[in-house]
């Protein structure tokens, strides 16, 4: 795993382990992405178990934000209906330890929340089942101090990289993350889109020479042929909106979608 200098993850975290099991097994991993409290507190958690029961490998619990800059309208609406629901970012800590599922979850959220819930927060979520963290705005070498309490955790640091990033700073995050390299398929919000982008293969090519870590596709993929594609280029794919979307039908159509999710990537 590569880590920042500073980080104190142990050698050999449950996102490395799981990443490492599935390349030994020749299968790709899917990375479900839920909304803490959506649709509501207690159909959260039987969706975070049902999604690991229809073969998520890891989880992704989004910590809601009223000013969520980079989603789109269906996550945004999923967060909103959490924040109705009271869900705060220790809540989010509640679901998760409520739900206690055996593979890796990553906390997925902006900076304030996990500056609002104070120095020892990051300790409270790796009490609470958390593995890695997920943050949308602290892009690496904005703030050192921070990124070095982020890499005391004992979480792996989950980066993000866009199409448009250059080499460079590809690696340079690749350097500074840990458990697996978040690649956005397309520049703009999160959301279901028709087809993939024509520049996602040569994207991917620049950050396989970048990094050893491994990398999940995300952003826009929505159906298991989606899927499907994407992972043939990477080592897995994040599907969100489309999955926030079902949920918000039914906790069962979301599990159903997942469902074809995996038997697509297993198809591979």
Known sequence: MTTSPDALSPATSRLTARFAALAAAGRKALVC???????????????IRGLVDAGADVIEVGVPFSDPLADGP?????????????????????????????????????????????????????????????????????????????????????????????APRMEEIGRHG???????????????RAALADDLPETVARLR??????????????????????????????????LVRAAGNSVEEAIALTVSLRAALDAL
């Not at 840990?178 to 279901?192: A, K, M, N, Q």
């Open 33 to 47: 992405y839920v909304t803490a409290g959506h649709p509501d507190p207690a159909r959260s958690v039987a969706l």
């Open 74 to 166: 269906v996550i945004q609406q999923s967060s909103q209906t959490a924040l109705d629901h009271g869900i705060t970012l220790e809540r989010t800590l509640d679901i998760v330890r409520e739900a206690a599922v055996g593979v890796p979850i990553v906390l997925f959220s902006y900076l304030n929340p996990i500056i609002a819930g104070g120095p020892e927060v990051l300790a409270r979520a790796r009490a609470a089942g958390v593995d890695g963290v997920l943050v949308t705005d602290l892009p690496v070498g904005a703030d050192p101090v921070r990124e070095q309490w982020f890499g005391a955790s004992g979480l792996d640091f989950v980066r993000l990289v866009a199409p448009t990033t250059p």
């Open 178 to 192: 840990g458990g697996f390299v978040y690649l956005i398929s397309r520049l703009g919000v999160t959301g279901e």
């Open 209 to 242: 020479a970048s990094t050893s870590l491994p990398l999940c596709i995300g952003f826009g993929i929505s159906t298991p042929e989606q899927a499907q594609a994407a992972a043939r280029l990477g080592d897995g794919v994040v599907v969100g909106s489309a």
